[in-house]
């Protein structure tokens, strides 16, 4: 049960919006249900994150998207290596996102919803906090974390290029950091308790890890 941190994050840039996220799994949507709540919420955009395991799943959301007249945003390391097969497949995908192209998609994707673009001093660093009041967080459990917890991302990145990584793909190889003042913002904002900090290189930026210690 993963916390879908990462779509927080994304709704963090629209904060004027009416947004919602649906995590399917945890909260144990079946599909004739789906259906139905995105018909009561009139969504104008739908954004799916997805990897291979779940692709042919998550693509039944898209044909939803399509069926009820909403576009729909693709992010996905399989789309990435397979978008030709993918828009053959899956013709109601609208737009896909590529984390290469886009070094923070959350910009581009606001520019593409809003119009708004992404200004010089926009960085991983500037974004907003993520929108944990939109995450099902009492339903998240995993063993030795136990109930109730959350991701806080606190970097972005890896400096290494290991064969066996998606990471170096994903989000290139020049990590970057959040403010500690921003995480443990964050942390305060939404009363988290118990919190996993999302990172693939935590300890790397000792001088982060000292003061995220320190102000909590």
């Not at 399917?24 to 995105?38: A, G, P």
């Amino acid at each position: 049960r993963w916390p879908q941190t990462s779509l927080a994050q994304i709704a963090a840039l629209f904060p004027e919006h009416n947004v919602e996220i649906w995590d399917c799994v945890v909260e144990e949507t079946d599909y004739v249900d789906l259906l139905d709540q995105m018909k009561a919420f009139k969504p104008d955009w739908v954004i799916v994150e997805s990897v291979s395991a779940t692709f042919t799943y998550d693509m039944n959301v898209v044909s939803y998207a399509r069926s009820i007249g909403a576009r729909s945003i693709l992010i996905s390391p399989h789309a990435n290596a397979r978008e030709e097969d993918v828009r053959n497949r899956f013709p109601a995908v609208d737009l896909i996102f590529h984390y290469s192209k886009h070094e923070e998609p959350e910009y581009a994707i606001r520019e593409m919803i809003t119009g708004v673009k992404r200004q010089e001093h926009e960085s991983f660093e500037t974004l907003p906090i993520a929108r944990q009041d939109l995450l099902p967080i009492h339903l998240y459990e995993l063993p030795l974390i136990g109930k109730n917890y959350t991701f806080v991302i606190s970097s972005r990145a890896c400096a290494w290029q290991c064969a066996w990584c998606r990471v170096t793909q994903t989000w290139k190889t020049r990590p970057r950091f959040r403010k500690p003042v921003d995480i443990v913002r964050e942390i305060e904002t939404y009363h988290l308790k118990n919190i996993v900090f999302h990172s693939d290189v935590f300890t790397m930026n000792k001088s982060q890890v000292y003061e995220i210690c320190e102000r909590m």
